[in-house]
Nanobody, 123 residues
Framework: QVQLVESGGGLVQAGDSLRLSCAASGRTFKTYAIGWFRQAPGKDREFVAS????????YYADSVKGRFTISRDNAERMVYLQMNSLKPEDTAVYYCAAGNYYAYDLPAKYDQWGQGTQVTVSS
């Protein structure tokens, strides 16, 4: 198993950037694909981006493609989500999650979750 802890959220203005971090513990980290999801109040949790075990393959939701970049450093057991050109509709709690295959965009396909970090984008 792997334990995940997100950080880097905050309050920013529209057009600003943020980088979220997901720190993992456990020697099996590099055997997991990692996904970022988000959940706004009153809405379902939705897929944002994911990355393969090696980091060679990535997958993005259409709503963030071209603005967000996911990356990972297996030596440091870290996954990052660089978010540029933020919009008010990006406001949500952001979660990282571990799963078996990077191209899954359903929350049910991911087994382990962090506690989330709040991102608020003001207009």
């Amino acid at each position: 198993q792997v334990q995940l802890v997100e950080s880097g959220g905050g309050l920013v203005q529209a057009g600003d950037s943020l980088r979220l971090s997901c720190a993992a513990s456990g020697r099996t980290f590099k055997t997991y694909a990692i996904g970022w999801f988000r959940q706004a109040p009153g809405k379902d949790r939705e897929f944002v981006a994911s990355i393969s075990r090696s980091g060679d393959s990535t997958y993005y939701a259409d709503s963030v493609k071209g603005r967000f970049t996911i990356s990972r450093d297996n030596a440091e057991r870290m996954v990052y989500l660089q978010m540029n050109s933020l919009k008010p509709e990006d406001t949500a709690v952001y979660y990282c999650a571990a799963g078996n295959y990077y191209a899954y965009d359903l929350p049910a396909k991911y087994d382990q979750w962090g506690q989330g970090t709040q991102v608020t984008v003001s207009s």
